[in-house]
């Protein structure tokens, strides 16, 4: 199934191949979305427990292109999590990384990864690195970069930068923990990156995790606009409606992008042509006739 998708990825990437709006190296996003799932949950093995420790739901790795760029879906992977009713191993969130990268990097050269929170972890860091890509993913606030804060609030700092390295038993690199102040109110954010960014431009640099927001939207249309209903409880099944819907969502956005292109028009982020519109431009071959 998944061979399928990135198949048909490379016949849609290969449409805009010649075409100079579609930049390259491109910046992506790595995020995981949830549908949520009402049964029993026993033998049930990729249904996994939500943030809140209440819900369940099946989980799904997405790899999208975000910036000023045409926002396509590049590779998907599901994602199999350790859960109390289940004997699945602890989740190896670095390997679903490296395997979408991968399959991701058959298509398109990657200048930049950008994750959240979920993803801070210094195997995902190392396994990006090993991948030789950028990232610029928040890392959560413990001990240490506690102390870091403390110590800029004496001296009346607003932004920092502190080296680092990153050793596990698959490599080794430097990398850099940039503080800034946070967008969403008092307070400072720490970001991890293996670039050379120093404290002049760390608030500039981290600017560009704000392209990330794009995914968030992303996942609204594939599973309000293209995700079709069902009540199977096959994983199989589950899994091919939303790798479905991924790729219906690849071709809406292509479609807009060759509208775009065809009347020279601005290359943003709003679509011209509805996902409601295209639902109906594919689906209108598939009613038979009265």
Known sequence: MLEGFDSATGRVLSVIESEASFR?????????????????????????????????????????????????????????????????????????????????????????VLCDREFNSMRVFQTLSNLDVNYLIPKRITSSEREVIERMDEDDQEVAVETASVHVEVGSHPMRFLYIPSTGGEGTTVFATNLRVGTDEAKTFCRRYSRRWQIENEYKSIKGEFLAKTSSKEYRVRLFYFVFAVLLYNIWRLTDFLLKVGVDGEMDYTPVLTAGECVELVASPLIPPD
Do not use: C
């Not at 979305?33 to 049964?39: A, D, E, K, V």
């Not at 249904?47 to 997405?62: D, I, L, P, W, Y």
């Open 24 to 112: 390259r190296p491109v910046t992506v996003a790595i995020d995981i979305t949830t549908i949520p799932y009402y049964g029993r949950t026993a033998e049930m093995p990729m249904v996994s427990g939500t943030k809140n420790g209440e819900g369940r739901a099946f989980k799904f790795a997405t790899l999208s292109v975000v910036g000023r760029n045409i926002p396509l879906v590049l590779a998907v992977e599901p994602v199999r999590e350790s859960s109390s009713w289940d004997e699945n191993p602890p989740n190896q969130i670095h390997r679903v990384v490296r395997r979408l990268l991968l399959r991701a990097k058959d298509h398109v050269p990657i200048e930049m």
